[in-house]
């Protein structure tokens, strides 16, 4: 696609539950990054990829908390045994490659997934 | 580990006029980008314009610039001629460029509103 696509865009969910979350990057991007964004909150770094590896998970705030990536494309985030804390909009960007080139490096963010926990 | 902050949680500007929103950051590296990003209500982050810190002109795109002041660690928006679709959540943020991969750092985000 044109875009980074998030499905879904929204999701209900009961306290306990698991959910997925899914983000295709732009064809041909190596570097995947997932964020939280809690209500009226700044975006806060879940994990980033570089192909199917995640050299970087370290803003994963609990081992409720899984992120895989596939073929080097799509990508899910994964909670375990959802809490009332986990609701939020999760987002996803994806970036060309990860390195200190800027044309290279720009993010672009998907729509988001916004999760709520009841 | 670096932080950026935004100290004004909302802010107003009526349409045409010009409106400033407040980023500072801090760091210890020398070589780094900043960004600004819009977020309407779609959700989706936008990218409105970016700075090199080791370029020393302040970065421009169109109705939107920056006042990079690197001494003061401070990274600041101007929005002039202000539309009603300027109307969103803005973040600054920060990147490294000595980390491969390295993440964006956000502020809190400025909540600006344009009035008829």
């Known amino acids: 696609g044109a875009g980074v696509s998030q499905s879904p865009s929204n999701k209900v969910t009961e306290k306990g539950k698991d959910v997925e979350l899914r983000c295709d990057p732009i064809s041909g991007h190596t570097a995947l990054y997932w964020y939280r964004q809690s209500l009226g909150q700044g975006l806060e770094f879940l994990i980033y990829f570089q192909g199917n590896s995640a050299p970087d998970k370290s803003g994963l705030p609990s081992d409720r908390f899984s992120a895989e990536r596939t073929g080097g494309s799509v990508s899910t985030l994964t909670i375990q045994r959802t809490q009332q804390e986990d609701s939020a909009v999760y987002l996803c960007a994806s970036s060309l490659r990860a390195g200190t080139g800027t044309l290279n490096t720009e993010a672009f963010f998907g729509q988001g997934t916004r999760l709520t926990v009841v | 580990a670096q932080t950026v902050t935004q100290s004004q949680p909302e802010m107003s500007v009526q349409e045409a006029e010009t409106v400033t929103l407040s980023c500072t950051y801090d760091?210890?590296?020398?070589?780094?980008?900043l960004f600004w990003y819009k977020q309407p209500p779609s959700r989706q982050m936008i990218l409105v314009i970016r700075q090199e810190a080791y370029k020393q002109q302040n970065a421009t795109e169109n109705r939107f610039s920056v006042n990079f002041q690197k001494a003061a660690k401070s990274f600041s928006l101007k929005i002039s001629d202000s539309q009603l679709g300027d109307a969103a959540m803005y973040f600054c943020?920060?990147?490294?460029?000595?980390?491969?991969?390295?993440?964006?750092?956000f502020g809190e985000g400025t909540q600006l509103t344009v009035n008829p």
């Open positions: 760091t210890s590296e020398s070589d780094y980008y």
């Open positions: 943020a920060y990147r490294s460029k000595e980390t491969s991969g390295s993440r964006l750092t």
